[in-house]
Every structure is written in structure tokens, then in C-alpha cells.
């Protein structure tokens, strides 16, 4: 549906429309992903206490398969937002003296809260699991582990559904409210964009491969209880 209704009656002209257009879409169906991706999780989570014991290692795919989507989304999130935020801040003042500052910072730190929980996912909960995977094990430590799980999802589902309620309040623009000039794309923005994105992705790459690693080394401890 959101893709529909962006649909442009006419082609848009300038570049940063077309960035804008595209932009705007990622960021909300990145989102939309991510966030209801938990929520399915969560609600999987509920009916955890009704499978065999030997549905750990399934549980475990699914969430492996689940944080690499969610390391997409997160990337888009992040980039897309970047722009929309230089589009529509025209500085740090303006994110503590206008309303739609305050609204997006909001909507930072609750995105920031997300992203900490899923790097708690993918280095401290998933080598575990990944390691029981190794060893051929389908009960232990799955179920010392799973209980933790269920806990993070329902805390990442809260911050998304915190998020939802923020985004109603970010209308208009802080550089219109603080009166600054519209934002103007130049090779330098884009720059520095692009450098940003390529280090997102980096440290987005490096943590998958940290988490990768870390699950290959022999088990000397047992999971998280």
C-alpha cells in the first residue's frame, strides 16, 4: 500500500526528490519488516512451552535466519533515516528546540534501544545456540538460552511499538519550524553519506562475523541461565 500511494503523479525533477521518494520507502518498509518480524517472534515465543524438547535447534534456525533480515533492515533503517533527518534538521539545536526535534530524537533513542538488543542477540545469545548446533545437541543449552529470548523480543516489540506511537508526531520539518533553509544536496553531502552507509555496513558485517566466530570456539562455559 505505501508503495502504491508514493506512486508520483508527475516525475519528480529535482534529485533529491527522486532521494527522497526512495528514501522514504525504505525507511518504512525496512520498518515494517523489522518491527513485525518481532512481533511474529514474540507471538512464536508464546507457544515456545508447547513444543518438544527437541525443537531447539528449529527455534534457533529461525531466529539465525530472522537476525540476517533484521541486520538488512536495521542498515536500511539507519541510512535512510540519515537523509531524512538532514532533510528535515537543519542542526543539533534543532533537535532540543523545536517540536520535531524532540519527537525524532525520541525516535532515536528507541531505535538505538533496538539496535542494542539485537547486538545483545548476536554476540551474547546466538554463539551458544550456534555452538549446541555444532555439537549436534538439541536440548541443552537450547533451553537455558531460549529463555532469555523470549524476554528480548518482547522488550525489542515495546520499543518498536514506542517508535509507532512517535511517528505521528513528526510532521512538518524542524527547519521549517526554526525557519532554516530548506536542505540543499551537494557532492559533499552525498560524500559523506556514502561514508557513512559503507561504515554502517562495515561495523554491520564485522558483528555478524564476531557473532560467527564466536560460536565456532569450543564450549567452555554453558549458556546464559
Request: proline content about 6%.
Amino acid at each position: 500500500m505505501t508503495l502504491i500511494a508514493a506512486v508520483p503523479t508527475t516525475v519528480p525533477q529535482a534529485t533529491d526528490a527522486w532521494l527522497d521518494l526512495i528514501f522514504t520507502q525504505i525507511h518504512i518498509i525496512s520498518g515494517t519488516a523489522w518491527l513485525g518480524g518481532l512481533l511474529l517472534l514474540s507471538l512464536l515465543a508464546g507457544i515456545r512451552r508447547h513444543l518438544s524438547p527437541n525443537a531447539g535447534p528449529l527455534w534457533a534456525d529461525m531466529w539465525r535466519r530472522f537476525s540476517l533480515l533484521a541486520m538488512i533492515c536495521v542498515a536500511a533503517v539507519v541510512i535512510s533515516g540519515l537523509w531524512m533527518s538532514w532533510e528535515y534538521v537543519g542542526g543539533i539545536n534543532q533537535l532540543r528546540t523545536t517540536g520535531y526535534g524532540l519527537a525524532l530524537l525520541v525516535k532515536i533513542l528507541l531505535v538505538l534501544g533496538l539496535v542494542a538488543a539485537g547486538a545483545f542477540n548476536q554476540l551474547w545469545l546466538m554463539p551458544p545456540m550456534t555452538q549446541a548446533r555444532r555439537a549436534g545437541e538439541t536440548a541443552s543449552p537450547f533451553h537455558p538460552t531460549l529463555r532469555h529470548f523470549p524476554k528480548v523480543v518482547w522488550s525489542e516489540v515495546i520499543l518498536g511499538l514506542a517508535v509507532l506511537i512517535v511517528v505521528p508526531f513528526l510532521t512538518g520539518s524542524a527547519r521549517t519550524e526554526a525557519g532554516s533553509p530548506q536542505a540543499a544536496p551537494s557532492a559533499g553531502i552525498l560524500a559523506a553519506g556514502l561514508a557513512l552507509a559503507l561504515a554502517l555496513t562495515a561495523s554491520l558485517y564485522s558483528t555478524a562475523n564476531t557473532s560467527d566466530a564466536l560460536g565456532r570456539r569450543p564450549t567452555t562455559t554453558t549458556a546464559p541461565v
